[in-house]
């Protein structure tokens, strides 16, 4: 199961690069600097938790890795609809998906202090 975890880290590790670049390259003359910050800021917590998700694929701890993807799609998911759609009602989906990057931290740690890793 460990292994899968880590290839889904891997495979959001690529596409936060991918939503990156499409931000900073064909976006860029379409929208304002302020809904690239937007977009960016997505792109930018899809990192960050798909490197948290391979942490937790590496240390045995699915409940963390579910609770990072789930984030990230609700939160960097959201965030990259808000922007692209220009629907607003995007944005109420976003806060959830902070709680599930949150509730993965908190996993997380509770994995590191449960036993040996």
Request: charged share 10%; with cysteine; net charge positive.
């Given at each position: 199961?460990n292994?899968?975890w ?50 937790a ?61």
């Amino acid at each position: 199961m460990n292994r899968i975890w880590l290839a889904v880290a891997a495979i959001n590790g690529g596409l936060a690069v991918m939503a990156g670049a499409f931000a900073a390259h064909g976006l860029k003359s379409h929208y304002s600097a302020e809904a690239l910050s937007v977009f960016e800021t997505g792109a930018r917590y899809h990192m960050y938790h798909a490197l948290a998700m391979a942490v937790a694929a590496l240390v045995s701890a699915r409940g963390a890795a579910i609770a990072f993807l789930a984030g990230v799609v609700l939160f960097s998911g959201s965030l990259y609809l808000l922007e692209l759609t220009g629907v607003a009602a995007w944005g109420m989906i976003t806060p959830i998906g902070g709680l599930c990057f949150i509730a993965g931290w908190g996993l997380l740690a509770w994995r590191a202090f449960k036993g040996p890793i």
